[in-house]
């Protein structure tokens, strides 16, 4: 299957365990990998036939700026549902959530987690076609 590859969209989340650290909140920085059909885009060279990268990148900063999670796991889970609730042609997501530089002072860099969901994952989560 085919992919769409976008790397390091970052923004300012508020997740964290204390409500001191939600409400400061921190960077992160998402890595996502789209499994979708891109034949016919590749064929007809039309934007219609892709998924918009734009559209995609807004709506996954828009939710990571906007709601609030105590775990990166509850963010890459929302950022994964929202991408194959909102785009027809996504049959698969790996998000990468990374918080960069937390609140611990052994990690240098960042520390991060890893899903990857289907569309059967998202419906059966959801409770539709049930």
């Known amino acids: 299957m085919d992919k769409i590859l976008i790397s390091e969209l970052e923004f300012h989340a508020h997740t964290g365990i204390t409500e001191a650290e ?4 921190q960077r992160y920085s998402i890595d996502l990998e789209v499994v979708c059909d891109l034949k016919k885009a590749g064929e007809s060279d039309d934007m219609y ?5 734009a559209a995609l990148c807004n709506a996954v900063t828009d939710l990571g700026s906007n709601q609030t999670f105590v775990l990166a796991e509850a963010l890459a889970e929302a950022i994964a549902r929202a ?3 909102k785009f027809e042609l996504v049959e698969e997501v790996m ?3 990374k918080k960069l530089h937390p609140p611990v002072p052994a990690i240098k860099n960042y520390f991060a987690v890893e ?6 994952d998202v419906v059966k989560v959801s409770g539709f076609g049930e």
Not at 49 to 53: E, G
């Open 95 to 97: 998000v990468r959530a």
């Open 115 to 120: 899903i990857r969901r289907n569309r059967d």
């Open 83 to 85: 991408v194959i609730e």
């Open 49 to 53: 036939d892709s998924v918009d990268y």
């Open 22 to 25: 939600r409400e400061i909140g």
